[in-house]
């Protein structure tokens, strides 16, 4: 299962990774600035007006099967197409609650 985690440069992305990462490919990503050397995939502003869409084509580019969103203006804005990505039988799962 390819799997996409949301605001990777927090501690909380970083401790999820870790707990599903044994049969898993987990790839990090956030809207934030970051250093390139990081690994970490620049993933779109949840703030743009396009945001569901440009979400939508980097999950089917990539291949992701899931998305946990770990932050809440993300999650706030992509809960609302879940039956969309759900069409493309990709999971959208709420973490942001946690954080």
């Known amino acids: ?6 605001a990777a440069t927090t501690a909380q992305a970083h401790k ?3 707990s599903i990462a044994d049969n898993n490919s987990v ?3 956030d809207f934030s600035d970051f250093p390139s ?3 970490i995939i620049k993933l779109p502003s949840p703030a743009s ?7 939508l084509t980097l999950c089917l580019d990539n ?15 992509l809960l609302l ?8 039988n990709i999971r959208i799962v709420n973490g942001s609650d946690n954080v």
């Open 1 to 6: 299962m390819n799997i996409l985690i949301t």
């Open 16 to 18: 999820l990774k870790a």
């Open 27 to 29: 790839v990090l990503g």
């Open 37 to 39: 050397f990081m690994g």
């Open 49 to 55: 007006d396009t945001y569901t869409h440009e979400m």
């Open 63 to 77: 291949n992701f099967d899931a998305v946990y969103l770990l932050n809440r203006q993300e999650a706030d804005v």
């Open 81 to 88: 197409s879940e039956t969309l990505f759900n069409e493309y």
